[in-house]
T-cell receptor, first 115, second 114 residues
């Protein structure tokens, strides 16, 4: 595709529910990054992938958060037992390779609201 | 871990004037410093970056300076235009020397008044 796409654009859920957020990177990009952006803050790193493997997941806040990229393209961020504090915009970015870190292209984000 | 401080949080300038945004970082191993522009409802867009082996970089109306000794870097926008109005973020990374994660500042909301 022309850019990074993320679905859904908005997600409203209730406390305790499970959600999945999807990221479609730019075609051919092997590196994929997830960030979380709370209101009025800068993006906060969560995890990045090189291919199918999570190369660095040190930013995941706890074990309720998990991300996969089974075929090295689309990635899904999964949040279990959502809490109100999980409300934020979840951003995905991709680059041709990790070594091309200066070419991170961001998607528009998924706005998650936990009621 | 890395900590990035950004100032000011809001900045209003008259069209045609210059705008300067400053950031400091804590990790001396950081070697890559990008600046992103984020418009409402969109993801951040890279506008300029600098690596630790360079002191200054310029691209048309935008320039970035880096002082490694003081651990601070700045974004300079000259001849500002209304379309420059957005939130700007600085970031730092130890790319290639540790992790490729970006640590962002809290952002500066720039308003250019016509």
């Amino acid at each position: 595709g022309a850019g990074v796409s993320q679905t859904p654009s908005n997600k409203v859920t209730e406390k305790g529910k499970y959600v999945e957020l999807r990221c479609d990177p730019i075609s051919g990009h092997t590196a994929l990054y997830w960030y979380r952006q709370s209101l009025g803050q800068g993006p906060e790193f969560l995890i990045y992938f090189q291919g199918t493997g999570a190369a660095d997941d040190s930013g995941l806040p706890n074990d309720r958060f998990f991300a996969v990229r089974p075929e090295g393209s689309v990635s899904t961020l999964k949040i279990q037992r959502t809490e109100r504090g999980d409300s934020a915009v979840y951003l995905c970015a991709s680059s041709p390779r990790l070594a091309d870190y200066n070419e991170q292209f961001f998607g528009p984000g998924t706005r998650l609201t936990v009621l | 871990g890395e900590n990035v401080e950004q100032h000011p949080s809001t900045l209003s300038v008259q069209e045609g004037d210059s705008a300067v945004i400053k950031c400091t970082y804590s990790d001396s191993a950081s070697n890559y410093f990008p600046w992103y522009k984020q418009e409402l409802g969109k993801g951040p867009q890279l506008i300029i970056d600098i690596r630790s082996n360079v002191g200054e970089k310029k691209d048309q109306r935008i320039a970035v300076t880096l002082n490694k000794t003081a651990k601070h870097f700045s974004l300079h926008i000259t001849e500002t235009q209304p379309e420059d109005s957005a939130v700007y973020f600085c970031a730092a990374s130890t790319a290639g020397a540790g992790s490729y994660q970006l640590t962002f500042g809290k952002g500066t909301k720039l308003s250019v008044i016509p």
